[in-house]
């Protein structure tokens, strides 16, 4: 394996940043997780775009112009000979002192892993998963805003655990208004009446590129698409649910908080959305 940290190249146990940077002490950074099918990276500009929305956001100077990064991002796929994987590209605040004031911290570290991941098993991509609600509310948009893909995923972490302790592989979360925002770590969809709703970024979901995607695909096959609020009630009575992330592609949900999702079996849109994108992904 080789991992790319400011412009060389590391074997994975050689691969190291210092205990001083902010990425580690404050979860002070940025990140994106992108996929490889057949050789290529996928949606690489959309997910280079959105790493330096990210960055400004929270100040952060990538200490490369974008182009630079889109090719050793390509580069370091090639370094690794991967068809298909799965690709994280970290900028964390980079070295400082131990107080948090990032001006300590004269340059941003940029980190690129290339590895295999297999978030789900592949029998549920089948039959489908089960969701609960996570008592862990998603932080309000107006604190930090669920655009910026940050380091820190702390809040999603306490709900990824409740979803554990709960039997689930998953669990939704909802926004301090009660609304549905998304899951730990995927947007969440639901069918109803041939219609395909999800949260917006204002909810509290992250702009996900694998929702544009789907959202995208839908369009061209003339299904409606709308960012709606959604309810828990609007979850348990949806004709279909699924979930959207780059490393889960799309997952069909079956049951959430033991309410079952229409027959309690993957839905026909979920499963022709699924077919589209896998030919959009492979195309
Ligand atoms: N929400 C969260 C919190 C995420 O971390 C992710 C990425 N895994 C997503 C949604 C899905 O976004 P994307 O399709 O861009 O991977």
Redesign the pocket.
């Known amino acids: 394996m080789k991992i790319f940290i400011d412009g060389k190249y590391y074997s994975r146990a050689d691969a190291k940043v210092s205990v001083f940077d902010h990425g580690l002490l404050y979860g002070d950074g940025v990140f994106e997780?992108l996929r490889i099918y057949n050789g290529k990276v996928f949606k690489l500009k959309e997910h280079i775009e959105?790493l330096y929305f990210s960055a400004k956001a929270i100040l952060l100077d990538i200490p490369m112009e974008e182009e630079d990064l889109e090719n050793a991002v390509i580069d370091t796929v090639k370094a690794n000979k991967k068809i298909n994987g799965y690709i994280r590209l970290v900028i964390t605040r980079g070295e400082g002192l131990l107080g948090l004031d990032p001006a300590q911290c004269k340059k941003a570290s940029v980190i690129i892993i290339v590895d295999d991941l297999q978030l789900y098993p592949e029998e549920y991509y089948k039959k489908g998963i089960q969701i609960v609600t996570a008592p862990t509310r998603r932080i309000r948009p107006d604190s930090l805003d669920?655009r910026i893909?940050s380091l820190n995923?702390l809040n999603?972490i306490m709900a990824k655990i409740e979803a554990k302790q709960a039997g689930c592989l998953e669990a939704v979360m909802l926004n301090s208004e009660g609304f549905v925002s998304?899951?730990?770590?995927?947007?969440i969809f639901i069918v109803k009446d041939n219609e395909i709703l999800t949260p917006a970024p204002y909810h509290g979901?992250?702009d996900?590129?694998?929702?544009r995607t789907v959202m995208e695909i839908a369009q061209s096959l003339g299904i409606k698409t709308s960012e709606s609020a959604i309810t828990r009630y609007d979850l348990y009575n949806a004709d279909e649910c699924f979930l959207?992330?780059?490393?889960a592609e799309i997952m069909p949900v079956i049951k959430i908080d033991s309410r079952l999702i229409g027959d309690g079996t993957p839905g026909s849109v979920t499963d022709y959305l699924i077919k589209h994108f896998r030919n959009v992904v492979m195309a």
């Open positions: 997780g959105r669920p893909k995923y999603n998304e899951c730990t770590a995927d947007n979901a992250l996900g590129i694998t929702m959207t992330g780059t490393g």
